[in-house]
Each structure stands twice: as C-alpha cells, then as structure tokens.
C-alpha cells in the first residue's frame, strides 16, 4: 500500500487544536494537529504492546495506513529495558514509528492487575520525556458494578488529579483527559463537564477518552454504551475530539461516529487473532470450520482457511492480526466516505443487524430521535444537513435518519398555507388537497391534475402523503424529501393524515379532497393563472423553510416579481419588480441561494434569517468573499443551522457578507480552527447605499 503520511510538527500555534472538514449531523471528519502530523478523524489507534509488537509499527504505517498508534508508558515505564531506550532516544525511535504515538497512563492495568506503583505527575512526566504526542493521565477507572458513591469517588479523584496533571505536561506534550462514572448517566455528564473545564498552565485536555467501557463491551451491553456517548456528548466540549477508550470493533463504528466519536483504539486485532477469530463489520467469526472467508481480503488472498488453520501459531497470528487490522482499516474508510457522502445513519441501519445488543441499542436510538425530548437528540437532528441532493432509500427504519427529521421539523415548524388562493381572494380556513397518487417529480406527474382540482376549490393546499410525512406540494422538489425510493406496496398502504396533523400545517380537516385524475380540459388563460399561483407559492414556501421568512413578507417582498427559466421551464432566477436578482431556486436539490441583493434586502427588512457577528479584523476578508473562520466570531444568533443560510454582520448590525453555515451556534462559538460559515458573497462598502 505504502501509505505515507506528513508526519512534520504542526504549527505551534495550531498544537491540540482540533477542526471539523466534513460532517454527517454529529458525525464528523475532523483533524487534529500535533508535533508529528495532523490526525485525521475518525480513526482507530491499534494498541501496540512494546514487548511483543504482533505487527511492526512501521509496517501498519507503510502498509496498512496508521497514521497514529498507542502503546503503553506504565509498561515501558516498568520495563527498564525500554524505558532507558525510551528516555534516551525518545518513543518515536523506540518504536520505529515516524507518526503520531499516544499513550495509556497504566490505569488499565490498575483496573485489571490492583495498584500499581506509579505517581500521578510521574507517569505524565515520563510521557513527557519520551516525548509522545498525546499522552493519558492517571485517571481511576470506573467499573459498572461499584457503588454510585464509589464511581463518584472515581470521577472526582480524576477531576482533582487533572490540574498537576495538565501543568507538569508542559507545552508540547498534548493530554487525555478521561470520562468516568460507570453506568449512570448523570456520573458521566458530569464527568464531561468537569474534566472539559479544567484548563492547565499551559491549555486544557486535547482529548476526552471515555472510560471504564471494556467490561461494558466485553458484555455486548451496547445500549449501555450508547446511553454513556449521549450522557457524555451533552456537556463535553464540542471542540474536542472524543475517543472510546479500548473499543475498536469494526461492528461498532458507524454506531459511535453517528453519534460524534472520533477515535478508537484497540488490541482486538491482535487478541482475537491469538484465539483463531476474525473481525468483520457484523460481528466476529472464528477461523475453526471455515471452508471460505467471509470477506475479500488482500492478506487472505491465495490462502484458504484449512491452509491457515495448518499454520504453526505465531505464523497464524501474524497473518490473521494482519488481517484483522486491514479490515478495521477498511470498515474506518467506509464509515469516512458514508459521513462524506451523508449517509452515516443508513450505514447504522445496516450494521445494526449484526446483533441484537447491537440492534436493541440502534432501536433505543431511533426512539430518542423520533421523540426528540432532549439535549443530544435534538443537536444530531439539527446539525444534519436538511437539504442534499439524491435520494433516500427507504426501510422501515428510515424515518429516524436525522436529517429528514430536520427536514420535517423545518415544515413543522416554518410552512405555513399561501395568504391568497389562485383568485387573489384571502384563503379563510383553508382544505387540504391530498395527493396520495403519482411519483416524484410529481410537476409532471400530478400538477395538471391539481390544477383541475383547484379550479373547482380554489382554497384547496395541495399536500403530498409520502413514507417520511406530509410534503407540501409547494415544497415538491425538496431531495431528498422528493426522493424516496420505497417499494410500491409502502406508498399504496400510505393512510390518511390525522386531523392533529393537519391542524399542525394550518389546515382544515373537515375539508380534505383527495387528488383525482380526471382528464377533465382547463381553459388556458386560467390553467395559466392557477399555475403561475403555484409557482409563486413555491417560492414564497422555499423562502419560510429556507430563509425563515413569512410568507406574507415575502410576498411583499416579491409583489410583482419576473423570472428566467431552465430549458424545461423552471424558475432558476428571481427578480424583483425593479429588476434586481435576490435568489435563485436550486434545480438540483429544490433549495434557495440568496444572491447579495437579496441578503440585502432580507438585511434591511429585519428578517429572520440568522446572524452572526464578525470580529473587526475579518470583515476585510469576508467583504472580499473570503469563507468565515472560527476564532473570529463575536456572536451568533441560537438558530443558526449546517447547510442553512445566515446573514453575516459587524458589532453594529451592519451588513458584511451572507452564506451557508457548516455548523450549529454552540460549535460556532467553541471551535478556534477551520471554517464556520462559508460565505457566499460579501458585500463591498460601496455597494451598500
Ligand atoms: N483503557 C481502557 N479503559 C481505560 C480507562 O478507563 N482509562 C485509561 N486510562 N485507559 C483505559
């Protein structure tokens, strides 16, 4: 493979900062910046044991594509053979290892072998010296089945050796700030937060492991785990990357990065490949009366089962260690390219079949997410991007994927009915026109149908029943909302709305019509007028779900409004009567893009759209259209949103740019690295009258 990384120190003043690139909700790709090269999130640290190194660190680097690993500084501590090397020549060279090396503190050991005879600020100082990238702390591990007052004990033990240890650290070695308190949930959000505040001489912890999981994971009790992800992510600082201390099951990925898990580090690879067992993303399998591997594999390649179950051990374990960390490695790739690719939570889905602790802990999540009654549930709802082209291929799962939650929260809350019918009359308590037939796009395939119905019922809001939930028609080429691809018998056993439901849209359940194909011929100056309303009100619904404007400002706004038109007839400019171009309807994924005139215009009305205000020294930047980093942010209004527009403004209110946020306001005001808002046109000085 011979993978090669830069493995050069990172700026000084960028060391232990941590920045996202690419997100899929609270799943994220992230980079963390150290002395020996940016580590790349999410990513799994294999353990290496100084004393047997199953697999040579330098060929995981060359051969496998680690990029970081982590060993054990209480072992080589205690070895005396390794630690003067180590103190002599550093970590780096002991291992023969050029990228980033991090290192346990020895309280695993103290969990699995009783005390050991290390000091707190020792073993960092050690860690220090040999000079590793990111080191641990001693923290006390947690196990489930102590007492609420012994886990209390851990977590405040470990909160009260933090500040010693983050000062004798110094300013280059980076530190592990552990997560304890067991199985209760309270324990650990508070946990979080402690340890997240806790700021040394020379900076805060870089990363918070969650501890005291192994004997939780030994047990498969992944709801568990998946209760202990939600407790911590509610009050951990979102700037810092989070690890699950000793988890590095591939069937366990996509599960913990959905919910914002950046690293994993595990000696499974090797353990299991001791015991004759191979790792999968669905579970594990032993080699014992395997005829075919259950995966392709480069290292099993031209070898078949009975040849390697002939092996001599150590011959064996090398190749099926070999291939339990290529298949890690792969499994880690498929989860970057889903969180990439928006699609993380469909790999959820999938994986969570692999067993029924794994299933019970996904179902547990799909409820919390429908109900949305909480902190952690609501920020993966509303940090999914809401609008992405392509489609959705629909289980019976599907409707728990965060982002067409986001989607539906959008309509619930922002779509409100057109102010006036097609006749320009004020629409009193309007009916529902329900389109229960027909396909996306339904433009072609119901609009000459409902242009019929309406010009019998002009007070008629034509509403689309789809597996995910109402779709407004006005809001018909909404993807993926306008993409679900589900079997026939799933759309013809959609039922009705309820009446609380229709309520919610503001609409009138005693009048509803369901859509019919009657051929019937419509004069055409009035097929016109009913289709030019329609249009009209699919700009005016774009605007309240996309821009937060109300309908009746927007139609104000865009009183006598012209457009130009793609080659198959739609709207891709608007213009407002005096000819200025203020947005432009997405063809390919059925959003909105302000133009500057049009943020001006929505500035200038007091819009609701949300705002964030820019330190002084970026406005040149941003006027010029340069994207919105962090770092520079003065404020941000709560309702910001990843892939939703915002306005971007200086401390007096004044307009400096507009664009689309890559975030939510809480990330907005933590992270110190990457970028925030990426600007989609500044306004020059001049420009502004
Ligand atoms: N390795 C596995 N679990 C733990 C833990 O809770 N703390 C530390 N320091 N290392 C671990």
Avoid at 72 to 97: C, M, T
Avoid at 553 to 578: H, P, Q
Avoid at 639 to 661: F, Q, R, T
């Amino acid at each position: 493979m011979g993978a090669r990384f830069d493995t050069s120190p990172c700026r000084p003043q960028d060391l232990g900062k941590f920045e996202v690139t690419t997100r899929d909700g609270a799943a994220r790709l992230g980079r963390l910046f150290t002395n020996h090269g940016i580590l790349e999130t999410p990513m799994l640290l294999p353990v290496v044991n100084p004393n047997i190194r199953t697999i040579e660190p330098r060929e995981m680097l060359e051969d496998f594509g680690v990029q970081a690993l982590i060993t054990n500084s209480y072992v080589i501590w205690k070895h005396e053979k390794l630690r003067l090397p180590a103190l002599e020549q550093g970590v780096h060279q002991l291992l023969d290892f050029p990228g980033i090396i991090v290192t346990d503190s020895g309280t695993f050991q103290s969990y699995v072998y009783g005390d050991i005879d290390v000091g707190v600020k020792e073993i960092v100082a050690f860690q220090r010296d040999i000079g590793v990238d990111i080191g641990t702390m001693l923290d006390v591990f947690g196990r489930p089945d102590q007492s609420i007052d012994e886990l209390k004990d851990a977590v405040l033990e470990t909160v009260q050796r933090a500040p010693e240890s983050l000062d004798e650290a110094g300013p280059d070695l980076l530190l592990n700030g552990p997560i304890q308190g067991g199985l209760h949930d309270f324990l650990r959000s508070e946990s979080a937060e402690k340890m997240g505040s806790v700021s040394g001489k020379f900076r805060g912890f870089t990363v918070h492991p969650i501890g005291g999981i192994v004997p939780i994971m030994e047990r498969h009790r992944y709801l568990d785990l998946v209760k202990i992800i939600l407790a911590v992510k509610e009050t951990i600082p979102v700037n810092r990357p989070i690890h699950l201390f000793g988890c590095g099951h591939p069937m366990l990925f996509p599960m913990s990065i959905a919910l914002g898990v950046d690293l994993f580090d595990s000696a499974a690879y090797a353990l299991f490949a001791r015991d004759g067992r191979l790792l999968t993303p669905h579970g594990t399998v032993r080699i014992g009366n395997l005829k075919e591997w259950p995966f392709p594999s480069r290292i099993l390649n031209g070898v078949t089962p009975s040849e390697v179950r002939e092996m001599e051990e150590k011959q064996r374990t090398d190749l099926l260690a070999r291939y339990n960390l290529e298949i890690t490695q792969a499994e880690l790739a498929r989860c970057r390219e889903a969180v990439r690719s928006g699609k993380i939570w469909s790999l959820v889905e999938q994986r969570s079949h692999s067993s029924p602790e794994l299933r019970e802990a996904y179902l547990f999540l799909k409820d919390k997410l429908i109900l949305n009654e909480d902190i952690t549930s609501s920020e993966i709802i509303r940090s999914s991007f809401p609008v992405r082209s392509g489609s959705e291929r629909w289980t019976s799962d599907s409707g728990a994927r965060p982002h067409l939650l986001h989607a539906n929260a959008l309509i619930c809350e922002r779509w409100t009915p057109p102010l006036t019918n097609w006749k320009g009359e004020t629409m009193q308590n309007p009916g529902v026109l329900l389109i229960m037939s027909g396909r996306s796009p339904w433009r072609d395939s119901v609009k000459s149908d409902i242009i019929r119905a309406l010009s019998h019922n002009p007070n008629l809001i034509p509403l689309i029943q789809t597996p995910n939930g109402l779709l407004p028609f006005d809001l018909e080429d909404w993807a993926p909302l306008c993409h679900i691809q589900a079997f026939d018998s799933i759309w013809s056993s959609l039922t009705l709305p309820s009446d609380d439901k229709l309520r919610e849209f503001g609409l009138d359940p005693t009048n509803i019509s369901i859509l019919e194909s009657t051929g019937e011929a419509i004069e055409k100056e009035l097929r016109n007028q009913i289709f030019n309303w329609l249009e009209k009100s699919q700009i005016s619904a774009k605007c309240s779900v996309f821009l937060n404007a109300s309908r009746e400002s927007t139609e104000k706004w865009l009183e006598d409004m012209t457009v130009d038109r793609s080659s198959t007839g739609r709207i891709r400019n608007v213009f407002t009567a005096d000819g200025r171009h203020v947005l432009s309807p997405r063809l390919h994924d059925g959003g909105i893009s302000l133009t500057n005139e049009g943020a001006k215009d929505l500035h200038s009305f007091g819009a609701r759209l949300p705002k964030l205000v820019l330190q002084e020294d970026a406005i040149p930047f941003v006027r010029d259209g340069r994207n919105v980093i962090h770092g520079f942010i003065e404020e941000v209004d709560a309702h910001i949103a990843p892939g939703l527009a915002c306005l971007i403004v200086n401390s007096n209110g004044e307009l400096v740019a507009h664009g689309v946020s890559k975030c939510t306001s809480n990330e907005i005001m933590s992270f110190s690295k990457g970028i925030a808002v990426r600007t989609r046109g500044g306004i020059k000085i001049q420009d502004i009258e």
